[in-house]
């Protein structure tokens, strides 16, 4: 009997789950809830290492033409059907840093697969601790199957897990990123028992986006001789997030070394197979371009070893594209748009090396951003914004990062904008109500945010030796503000789209007011320019707070956003930009600021003096590497090793196409668009863009009118295409 009910527009199902009995396998129950905060040393402190594994034959007496599946595990699975790799997951809860227990919500994997024939096999591996940020645990294992069976004969028949399984502990997989097969109870060869039912804790939802397409990227093969060993190295075409698989035909000792780029830090993996045929296939994800690989041959005879990288990523169905006269630009579009393919998982990632869990949205709302020319499918920029909405929910409005809380706000709007779902606006307003009760809470007498429990997150450099990652108050508390008018702006405008015009009024009366306060408190008159923060004593008690000082500095970024989000009347706006764009004495920005930069130029009519120029700089690093994108232009700190899976430095795959685009959504979902073509420095450019209705074809060359299609279902409104077009 299955118990829903609904929350939030989303089914939540109480099914029975199992997991190893707990007589026989007492040390493999236990769970921690995620490796924030700690590691996986401390982790094997209070926990056992387990992979367990469950299997079962289904025979019917008709002929199967599909079956629909619902599957989901603590904390995470691989399932295979018939021997064959059909899905991991589950889908990741999202999270944040001060998420140190449960995350709110767990989720579960939608399947639908064709079969023929009359049974089927089911087998699925379940590691039992987290080992990535995006892991989250209910603090017990356990695995979730239910399905449907559906026969061509158009009956059909339910089946799921309970005690008739069969559990074992696969036990050559003995530590993280470690294998043995030569331990007693390797792959082929298990102790199996019965499984046990146990309750269910996890109250799993359906994830709301399709699985993860698995590819394998590249594959080699070697034969290693008797009694040698070979070292050799692998290189990818591109830098991918993969899962290693290694299979050998004997015994073998095989450590697998993977990195974004040679000489760079390296990741390992250590395997030691058995006498006869072995597989392993890693539980970890390697951000990886390059790897180098050790083979010791211990068998008695000639070994053949293959070496294979399956890499997920979220499925793509259309793939829009970018192709001008100007190479470097071109370049720039590719490497950016492969750098976001890899770093759509269950969440959009920062990068495939950090994996960090749900809680960096200034990354994920350039992401958002990019996917409307890379991908169009923006289901899991809404995922993301629910699952954020989930966790302000459950802690009270209070992120890790206190301006991507904020950044949260212009996500929801703007990718409303692109995709018409006031059901994804309903679901986050008990969110967006508890984040603004929080935030009056940080104002001062002074009408702007005076207390905030930090300044996190501006940019990832450093000013008078502070790190701009989590800045003291005089150096992070204007752009904060900043961050906050705008929400407060767009929150109006999200309340008036669902039809509620009181706090739509309320909002929009506190964001003139705050307006006023802002600049009244920031704005310096004699410099034309707005500082940093104040320097009134403030914080010291910890890290992500250092103690304020009495200075008063300027730098771009309180002046970027106050420009952009109309803080600063448009006059003024224009002058601050003129001035600090090429101002070489103030704070160098990174790539993740340089957005707010590129959106600034483009409102105010600057693209052409000052955009050109500023997409020349992504030219130097993906020329540098095309693999992947670079995460900076310069190391935040001394010592600092950049990864080169970075999508927070993806802006031009937005920013390029909607500035010769001219592009403007009059009407949510897309439904009207308007376009205002300009081919700036390019002679001609040809961009796809992909929608839900279909493909937008766009082609413009110098000297002549810009020819734009459109599926049905989209209205183009056409612009004046200014002169030089």
């Known amino acids: 009997m299955i118990l829903s009910n609904k929350t939030k527009n989303r089914t939540v ?13 007492s040390q493999f129950q236990n769970n921690t809830y995620t490796i924030s905060g700690t590691s996986t040393v401390e982790i094997l402190e209070k926990y056992n290492y387990c992979v367990a594994v ?10 199967i ?10 904390c995470f699975f691989r399932l295979y059907i018939n021997g064959k790799l059909e899905g991991i997951g589950p889908a990741a809860s999202g999270g944040d840093f001060l998420c140190v227990n449960a995350a709110p919500k767990h989720y579960a994997n939608i399947y639908e697969l064709d079969l023929c024939g009359n049974e089927f096999d089911v087998f699925a591996e ?15 294992g356990g695995f979730y199957f239910k399905g449907t069976v559906y026969f061509k004969d158009g009956t059909s028949s339910d089946i799921e897990t309970d005690s008739s399984w069969f559990a074992s502990v696969n036990t050559a997989y003995n530590n993280y990123q470690s294998y043995n097969a030569k331990l007693i109870g390797n792959f082929e060869k298990p102790e199996f028992c019965m499984a046990e039912e146990i309750k269910d804790i996890w109250n799993a939802e359906d994830a709301y986006i399709p699985m993860l397409s698995l590819n394998t990227v590249k594959t080699e093969k070697i034969t290693i001789k008797k009694d040698s060993e070979v070292s050799f190295r692998i290189n990818l075409d591109k830098i991918y997030g993969v899962y290693p698989v290694l299979r050998s035909n004997g015994a073998c000792n095989i450590e697998l070394r993977t990195s974004e780029l040679e000489g760079q830090t390296e990741t390992a993996e250590k395997i030691s197979f058995a006498e006869g045929k072995n597989e392993y296939m890693s539980f970890r994800m390697h951000s990886a371009g390059t790897a180098h690989v050790m083979v010791e041959n211990t068998d008695s005879e000639d070994v053949e070893a293959e070496i294979s990288f399956i890499a997920p990523w979220y499925p793509i169905t259309a793939e829009g594209s970018f192709v001008t006269d100007n190479e470097d630009w071109n370049k720039i579009f590719d490497v950016c748009k492969h750098t976001l393919k890899i770093c759509r998982q269950t969440l959009h990632l920062d990068s495939t090396k950090h994996q960090e869990l749900l809680a960096c949205t200034g990354d994920y709302y350039i992401e958002s951003l990019m996917t409307m020319f890379c991908f169009g499918d923006m289901r899991l920029a809404e995922f993301d914004i629910m699952r954020t909405a989930d966790w302000l929910s459950a802690n009270s409005g209070r992120m890790f990062h206190t301006t991507y809380s904020l950044i949260w706000v212009q996500m929801i709007l703007d990718v409303y904008m692109i995709t018409g779902s006031k059901e994804m606006i ?54 904060l503000n900043a961050f906050y008018y705008k929400a407060l702006t767009d929150a109006a405008e999200i309340y008036g789209i669902i039809g509620d015009d009181a706090r739509k009024s309320k909002f929009t009366a506190r964001a003139e007011l705050f307006k006023n306060s802002f600049n009244n408190v920031f704005y310096d008159k004699e410099r034309r320019l707005y500082f ?19 200075k008063k500095h300027f730098s771009k970024y309180p002046n970027i956003l106050a420009s952009l989000y109309g803080l600063a009347d448009e006059e003024l706006a224009v002058d601050i930009l003129e001035r600090i764009i090429l101002n070489e004495e103030l704070q160098d920005i990174q790539p993740y600021f340089t957005h707010y930069l590129l959106c600034a130029v483009r409102k105010y009519g600057l693209f052409d003096k000052y955009g050109v120029k500023l997409i020349s700089r992504w030219a130097d690093i993906v020329n540098e590497c095309d693999k992947g994108l670079k995460e900076g232009w310069f190391a935040p700190e001394e010592g600092y090793s950049f990864d080169h899976s970075h999508a927070w430095g993806g802006t031009p795959a937005y920013q390029m196409p909607m500035a010769i685009t001219g592009l403007e959504i009059i009407e949510p979902g ?29 082609y413009a060359e110098k000297g002549k009118s810009a020819v734009i299609n459109a599926p049905k279902g989209i209205k183009i409104i056409r612009g004046d295409i200014s002169e030089n077009s």
């Open 13 to 25: 199902h109480f099914m029975p789950w199992i997991w190893l009995d707990k007589n026989r396998y």
């Open 426 to 479: 309903y679901y986050c307003r008990d969110a967006l109500k508890q984040l603004f009760d929080r935030f009056e809470t940080y104002m001062g007498d002074n009408g702007i945010i005076e207390n905030p429990p930090d300044f996190m997150f501006v940019d990832w450099s450093v000013i008078d030796g502070f790190s701009m990652h989590h800045p003291p108050k005089y150096l992070g508390q204007t752009v």
């Open 65 to 74: 033409e599909k079956i629909k599946l619902r599957v989901s595990a603590d």
């Open 670 to 698: 897309m439904k009207i668009l308007k376009f205002s073509p300009n081919l700036y420095c390019l002679n001609s450019a040809k961009i796809n863009i992909p929608t839900k209705m279909g493909m937008i074809e766009f």
């Open 54 to 63: 469950f299997k079962k034959t289904f025979e019917f007496e008709k002929e």
């Open 126 to 140: 379940v590691r039992l601790l987290p080992e990535v940020l995006t892991d989250y645990s209910r603090g017990h």
């Open 532 to 550: 940093d923060g104040l320097g009134t004593p403030y914080g010291g008690e910890k890290h992500y707070l250092p103690a304020n000082v009495n």
